[in-house]
């Protein structure tokens, strides 16, 4: 890894956990591709949200059963006692304004994998109106200014964080992006001024979580010289492999948050961060 952080990421270190938290109320839905449903949000308490590093982690928390609001937590993460159980998931911010002509706005997009997982019901209906809570941020990646080039690997649910560090990464800076997605109809176009070079990769009808096509990618290509930048998401295994083959056979250099397990296949063993 190389040596200095960014000044938020320094900053960061020490802070209170969350840092803040509050409800958001949903604006409005866009269906960004046929499995991502972009969804903004918009409320006073989303001013709190630090201007900083790309494609933070955000947990967002919905209502116990027949409420209309979440209950937040009130010390550090913790609830008051006889608080019902809610359910809550991390995401990613994908866009945060604080202070724009429409008040401060928070832009999500979830990942529609199905009627099975909560989050992705959700965000399939949700309407303007709903509220939910959320805690947070954390920084996820960070940007190392002494890196020579840069290696974002992910599957849809890193893409946000990806498309959001892109959108931040400083002009002609080498960048290199493997990003695993259904087919092509979930192709996005991203904004940057880095000098990117990026690999799609299409399941095309293997299962989420099971398909090792990302890692076969990364294991293909032909990486730069000099000390990458590196960072990871998708599902945990698929992402333990990615990462063994980084530190290992490429002697890459790779934090404990550099490579992360961002959902977990029911076959996939517990003990898989
Ligand atoms: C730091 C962080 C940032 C994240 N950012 C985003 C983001 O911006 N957008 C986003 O969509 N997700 C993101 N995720 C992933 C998201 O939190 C998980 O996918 C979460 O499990 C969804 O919750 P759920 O209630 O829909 O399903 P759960 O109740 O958690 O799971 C139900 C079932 O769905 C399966 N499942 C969960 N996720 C997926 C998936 N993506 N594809 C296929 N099957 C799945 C599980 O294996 C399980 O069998 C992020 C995760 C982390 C840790």
Redesign the pocket.
């Known amino acids: 890894m190389t040596a200095s952080l960014s000044p938020a990421a320094r900053r960061a270190k020490d802070r209170p956990s969350p840092l803040t938290t509050g409800h958001a109320t949903v604006v409005r839905t866009e269906r960004l591709t046929p499995g991502v449903q972009r969804i903004v949000f918009s409320g006073p308490d989303l001013a709190r949200l630090p201007d900083e590093e790309p494609g933070e982690?955000i947990t967002l928390i919905w209502p116990a059963d027949g409420a209309d609001r979440p209950t937040l937590p009130t010390d550090g993460w913790r609830y008051a006692p006889g608080t019902p159980d809610q359910?809550w998931?991390?995401?990613?911010v994908?866009d945060h304004v604080a202070d724009g002509p429409d008040g401060p706005l928070l832009t999500?997009?979830?990942?529609l994998?199905?009627d099975?997982?909560?989050?992705?019901r959700w965000a399939a209906a949700a309407r303007p109106g709903d509220v939910l809570g959320f805690a947070g941020p954390r920084i996820?990646f960070y940007a190392e200014p002494d890196a020579d080039w840069t290696l974002l690997v992910g599957d849809?649910?890193g893409l946000?964080s990806i498309a959001a560090t892109l959108e931040r990464l400083p002009s002609g800076h080498p960048t290199l992006a493997f990003v695993e997605v259904a087919d092509a109809a979930e192709l996005q176009e991203l904004s940057t001024e880095a000098d990117l070079v990026i690999e799609w990769v299409t399941r095309d009808g293997e299962p989420?979580?099971r398909s090792r096509r990302l890692e076969q990618a990364v294991r293909a290509a032909s990486l730069p010289t000099g000390t990458p930048k590196v960072w990871v998401a998708g599902e945990s295994l698929a992402v333990r492999g990615i990462r063994e083959h980084l530190k290992g056979e490429r002697g890459l250099p790779i934090g404990p948050q550099q490579a992360?397990g961002?959902?977990?296949?029911?076959d996939t063993p517990d003990d898989v961060e």
């Open positions: 982690i359910h998931r991390n995401y990613t994908r999500v997009d979830f990942v994998h199905g099975h997982g909560f989050c992705a996820h849809e649910t946000p989420a979580g992360i961002y959902w977990k296949h029911r």
